[in-house]
């Protein structure tokens, strides 16, 4: 079965193509080369187990907080049950993790988002960003990054602890950066807001105002699945701190339905952004991401019923993809006001201060990308718990 070959054919520049027309505009489609005939790799019999066990093994960042919201850092293994497919899995390994003592602490990423957002939103982000920082003491407590997405992928610097070298960092980026693709226009016109997110209630949209939505929510896509593919290799988990609304999510009534084929891609990618996710251990927090009102006859990012998995492609569109939707799979936050932008930050960095560290052992897929729903109880009453939802399976 082919993985995820679009977004890995994107990534070289020639894999999507957009079905539009003037009268009848599609969404993002994808095609690819016929793939080359497999060659058998020689493994040893310990090298074959090791490898069965990296892909079966799902590792979760878990964090727990007490009735009154604190975090807790102090509970036992014997405290949790891990839940998969309502199913309890016996754990392979449990571990507190706390705070800057940590072998390997929470490293944070502030993601300028110059593809989604106009050149006007991103100055104030980032003025808001260095407002934060400046509020901190010199030495930080986790290694934090600034990554800006202007184009193909999120350009993200050196993590560091000092204060004062992030902050040099960020202002020597303010003073080029500027929204990037379609938003704007060359006199910096930008389109209503409704437009920017993509969130169909608008009626009547050229040609034009549609691709530029295809091309937003492709390179997002592919973004972040290239952000989690290189942080894969990096040790410790990664919040991601997405500012801004995102990209669309196609649910425009001006898109042709949905065919077959396009949910069966929407379904191989959601797959494949899904798993690079988790085994990067990335928790992908949108921020200052306010959710303009969709159309009441799509999947309304409101509702619960949009942040259900996906279990296959039949129910898959491109709604799926979108920010929040991946940011609730890995267990994040969706903060959708743009007001109070320092309280959003303060809280999200707050999840840094500790987690805990479990794995189980899954079992072998029946197929590709099998679905589960994952759960993580703890016996404690009022106390909540953040973290995946769900994973696909491996066969």
Not at 129 to 139: A, M
Not at 159 to 167: A, G, K
Not at 337 to 344: I, L, P, R, V
Request: charged share 20%; aromatic share 8%.
């Amino acid at each position: 079965m082919l993985r995820l070959q679009s977004l890995s054919a994107l990534l070289a520049g020639a894999a999507f193509f957009l079905s539009l027309n003037a009268a009848s505009p599609g969404r993002a489609h994808a095609q690819s080369d016929t793939p080359a005939a497999p060659q058998l790799i020689p493994r040893s019999a310990e090298e074959r187990a090791q490898r069965y066990l990296d892909t079966h093994r799902i590792l979760l960042s878990v964090r727990v907080f007490d009735a009154s919201g604190n975090p807790s850092s102090d509970l036992s293994e014997t405290d949790f049950t891990v839940l998969d497919n309502h199913k309890p899995r016996n754990l392979v390994r449990f571990q507190s993790i706390r705070g800057a003592s940590a072998i390997a602490p929470v490293r944070l990423v502030f993601v300028l988002d110059a593809v989604n957002n106009t050149s006007r939103q991103l100055r104030d982000f980032e003025k808001q960003i260095e407002k934060f920082l400046l509020q901190q003491k010199d030495q930080l407590a986790n290694p934090t990054s600034i990554g800006v997405f202007s184009g193909a992928t999120i350009d993200v610097e050196e993590p560091t602890l000092e204060r004062n070298t992030l902050l040099d960092g960020l202002r020597s980026l303010a003073s080029h950066l500027h929204s990037t693709g379609c938003l704007e226009d060359e006199q910096g016109e930008t389109p209503p807001p409704a437009w920017l997110a993509g969130s169909g209630n608008l009626h009547g949209l050229a040609p034009g105002a549609l691709n530029c939505m295809n091309q937003r929510f492709m390179t997002s896509v592919s973004a972040l699945y290239t952000l989690a593919s290189h942080q894969a290799h990096v040790a410790g988990p990664l919040l991601v701190l997405w500012i801004g609304p995102g990209w669309p999510i196609l649910t425009n009534r001006e898109f042709r339905s949905d065919t077959p084929d396009l949910k069966q891609n929407f379904f191989e990618q959601l797959v494949g952004v899904s798993t690079a996710l988790r085994e990067a251990q990335i928790t992908l927090d949108a921020v200052a991401s306010p959710n303009i009102a969709p159309d009441p006859a799509s999947p309304d990012s409101r509702n619960d019923a949009f942040y259900a998995g996906i279990s296959d492609e039949k129910s898959a569109r491109a709604g799926n993809l979108g920010l929040h939707a991946l940011a609730h799979q890995t267990g994040g936050r969706i903060l959708r006001s743009t007001h109070d932008f320092d309280a959003q930050i303060r809280s999200c960095i707050a999840d840094a201060a500790s987690y805990y560290l479990l794995a189980f052992d899954a079992p072998p897929a029946a197929q590709y990308g099998e679905y589960h729903a994952l759960e993580v109880k703890i016996d404690r009453p009022g106390w909540t718990v953040r973290t995946n939802t769900l994973y696909y399976a491996e066969q």
